[in-house]
């Protein structure tokens, strides 16, 4: 005879009975995301999750237009990449639910991408349940409860983010939530991981609310007047000022800003060596592109600005004048999840980018002292050094952009094309690698935030990211933005395309996808010809090394079959035959079909 433990919970009668449990946990969890303005929920549920399901399918019911919309992805990599591209495109942080302790890892790339990337995400994953005789609602029921206990789960992620912290009872979830929210949308931003059993997230309470006024993020500072004045003083009185910026644009203020004090100091110069985000624009002749820390202008400048910034510079590969002055202003000046880091700054300034910029460039128009020089023959001379420069760039930037005599083409002409058919406002998702600087090069954004780059080296966020992003367009607008992915065809099969094309046409997401097809991985070769450029290896094949994918699988294909045949795919190497379908391509994808354009590269 089977006897019921005396501690069991009579709740769980209660449910087995269809009895319904009005308000727990999980539902002020919730409750609390949609109150702190998250409006998605990006899940891959589990054994842990009969709660949050429970609370999901009521609020989905009860609360029409005041619950966070759920989106189901089959793979975590997607889950948060699509929470990572709508965070960062609408400044908004997302949600991301994920199954105990496989869930968190099979996130874990796309955690260190958007811990680089300094997206706002927050993730929630579930605990085995830690009682097992039915002590309470949520007790363990399953084999695997016992296999997915692990000692320490949040030690999976917890190094890529800002703030961890598990949810011991319910009575405090939306305080939970909320301070992981403040520390995610505090500079530096970044994702932040939550994790309860099911025993807590099934405990039932009271409902109750918090007053959102008193929890806002952390406002970062200004720069000190001393700080101004000096750094002013120094761009204002250099010969070649240079900045050195590689994720300042995450804040669509600052280009603008920028481009005020560019305008103000001629002869300044801005250097891109993150691809982060459009930090400058491409129409102005202080523009000196995206550079990955290795540029002349670099080893030239006289004065450089550091302006949040990763890695301004690689030092085996080209370092500062050694007489030149240098000051650092970052949002993360130190850097605090980087075991090694240092520049020889003069200052190093822990402010926000654009309000700094604006500081200095309203301390130089405001100083009569300066009026003298920056009317200056020399001045003058900077100027019209620059625009030529600028011209010569933008030259050097065409002639590569051009068919073979035998109709095939590479990177510049595909992407120049690209930017001629697509519409002027397109969001541009780049995940090209070593193709990544002569995107930037082609494409040549003007507008804040139509270039979005991964900012770290997670392989496959851009599927996932492009979703999102296009995602937070179709919310935000009824004129949804073009959003079109350059991917490359290792970081293709990285994204777990069978997933991305099955949410997109779920979801009806439509997104241009362009696979730059060169038949491999070349990083790992260029990695190698940096550290061996004459070993054996640097005379080998792709083929010899392991990196080369041929036969090429058919990448439109696999989309198409993971959209069920609801996409538009095509495969060209013929330069003629691209220029001709493009507007074909740009039709299907406007009118809300996903489309993808496996492009066969002169160079594979």
């Keep these: 005879m089977c006897i019921d433990?005396?501690?069991?919970d009579p709740s769980i009668n209660n449910r087995q009975a269809g009895l319904c449990v009005s308000y727990t946990a999980s539902y002020a969890f919730y409750e609390a995301l949609w109150e702190a303005g998250i409006t998605h929920c990006f899940v891959n549920l589990g054994s842990d999750h009969p709660s949050i399901i429970e609370a999901m399918v009521k609020g989905q019911s009860e609360k029409k237009g005041e619950f966070p919309e759920i989106i189901t992805c089959p793979n975590?990599?997607?889950a948060m990449s699509m929470a990572d591209g709508y965070a960062r495109v609408t400044g908004k942080p997302q949600c991301v639910i994920v199954h105990v302790d496989?869930?968190?890892?099979?996130?874990?790339?796309?955690?260190?991408?958007?811990s680089c990337g300094r997206a706002p995400v927050l993730v929630f994953a579930g605990l085995s349940p830690f009682t097992i005789e039915g002590e309470m609602r949520g007790s363990r029921t399953e084999f695997i409860h016992w296999i997915q206990d692990v000692p320490?789960?949040?030690?999976?992620?917890?190094?890529?983010?800002?703030?961890?912290?598990?949810?011991?009872s319910g009575k405090n979830v939306k305080q939970m939530v909320n301070r992981a929210l403040s520390f995610a949308m505090s500079d530096p931003k970044g994702p932040v991981y939550l994790y309860g059993a099911r025993e807590p997230m099934e405990e039932d309470i009271k409902p109750y609310k918090l007053d959102q006024r008193y929890w806002t993020p952390v406002v970062s500072g200004a720069l000190p007047i001393s700080a101004v004045k000096m750094i002013a003083e120094a761009l204002v009185n250099a010969k070649e000022p240079l900045i050195v910026t590689g994720y300042s644009g995450r804040d669509q203020s600052c280009p603008c800003e920028l481009v005020k004090l560019a305008d103000t100091i001629s002869g300044l110069r801005v250097l891109d060596t993150g691809g982060c985000d459009m930090c400058?624009?491409?129409?102005?002749?202080g523009w000196l592109s995206t550079r990955f820390s290795v540029d002349k202008s670099i080893t030239t400048a006289d004065v450089i600005l550091v302006l949040d910034c990763d890695v301004p510079w690689i030092n085996?590969?080209?370092?500062?004048n050694s007489d030149a002055k240098i000051y650092h202003i970052d949002v993360d000046p130190l850097k605090q999840q980087q075991p090694v880091f240092y520049i020889n700054a003069l200052a190093r300034y822990k402010a926000d980018a654009a309000a700094s910029i604006n500081q200095i460039t309203s301390y130089i128009k405001s100083?009569?002292?300066?009026?003298?020089?920056?009317?200056?023959?020399a001045y003058s001379e900077r100027r019209q050094a620059r625009d030529n420069s600028y011209k010569a760039l933008l030259t050097s930037i065409s002639d590569v952009a051009k068919p073979t005599d035998n109709d095939t083409y590479d990177t510049p002409f595909l992407v120049a094309q690209l930017r001629q058919h697509l519409p002027k406002d397109t969001i541009w998702v780049i995940e090209a690698v070593t193709q990544t600087l002569v995107c930037a090069d082609q494409l040549q954004c003007t507008l804040p935030g139509t270039w979005l780059n991964c900012g770290g080296g997670g392989l496959g966020w851009s599927g996932g990211a492009a979703l999102g992003i296009k995602l937070a367009s179709m919310k935000a607008s009824e004129r949804p933005r073009f959003v079109c992915q350059i991917v490359g065809d290792g970081s293709y099969l990285f994204s777990v395309p069978g997933s991305v094309y099955w949410i997109a046409r779920r979801y009806k997401i439509p997104v241009l996808t362009v696979v730059l097809n060169n038949k491999g991985w070349h990083a790992p070769r260029r990695s190698l010809l940096l550290v061996h450029p004459e070993g054996m290896a640097s005379k080998a094949?792709?083929?010899?090394?392991?990196?080369?994918?041929?036969?090429?699988?058919?990448?439109?294909?696999?989309?198409?079959?993971a959209a069920g045949g609801e996409l538009w795919a095509v495969r060209t190497g013929s330069a003629k035959e691209l220029t001709e379908m493009l507007p074909e391509v740009v039709k299907k994808v406007e009118s809300g079909m996903p489309a993808v354009l496996d492009a066969l590269l002169n160079s594979a």
């Design 280 to 285: 400058f624009p491409a129409d102005h002749p």
């Design 102 to 114: 496989v869930g968190t890892q099979g996130l874990g790339a796309a955690m260190h991408n958007a």
């Design 152 to 168: 320490d789960q949040k030690q999976i992620v917890a190094q890529y983010c800002r703030y961890t912290g598990e949810i011991k």
């Design 316 to 320: 085996t590969q080209n370092i500062p």
């Design 367 to 377: 100083e009569s002292s300066f009026t003298t020089t920056l009317s200056s023959s």
């Design 541 to 561: 094949s792709r083929k010899d090394m392991n990196l080369d994918f041929d036969p090429s699988p058919d990448y439109g294909g696999i989309a198409k079959a």
């Design 76 to 78: 975590e990599m997607v």
């Design 5 to 8: 433990p005396p501690n069991r």
